[in-house]
Nanobody, 126 residues
Framework: QVQLVESGGGSVQAGGSLRLSCAAS????????MGWFRQAPGKERDFVAR????????FYAGSVKGRFTISRDSEKNTIYLQMNSLKPEDTAVYYC???????????????????WGQGTQVTVSS
């Protein structure tokens, strides 16, 4: 199985940028489809972005499309979430997750992912 550790969270003003990292160990990230989710206080965990395991096809939630970019560095066994034009409503704990269904492009349900990291806090102030 794979172990996932997120980093890169922090506090930023609206309009700013952050890049989150998710370092994997135990298995290659290319063996999975990888996703980013976020959870704000008192709310459900929501899908943000996904990248498939072979073709690196990406898929985004509508609320972040055009602002966020998911990518993968197989040499570093790490996935990234570049977040630009951040808004206060992007404030949440961000989680990365691995899905063994590595070729499925559109999978937004948290329960369909097999492994999770511990999360990293992102706070956007207005």
């Amino acid at each position: 199985q794979v172990q996932l550790v997120e980093s890169g969270g922090g506090s930023v003003q609206a309009g700013g940028s952050l890049r989150l990292s998710c370092a994997a160990s135990g298995r290659a990230v290319s063996d999975y489809a990888m996703g980013w989710f976020r959870q704000a206080p008192g709310k459900e965990r929501d899908f943000v972005a996904r990248i498939t395991g072979i073709s690196k096809t990406t898929f985004y939630a509508g609320s972040v499309k055009g602002r966020f970019t998911i990518s993968r560095d197989s040499e570093k066994n790490t996935i990234y979430l570049q977040m630009n034009s951040l808004k206060p409503e992007d404030t949440a704990v961000y989680y990365c997750a691995a899905d063994r269904s590595l070729t499925v492009v559109r999978q937004t349900t948290p329960g369909e992912y097999d492994y999770w990291g511990q999360g990293t806090q992102v706070t956007v102030s207005s």
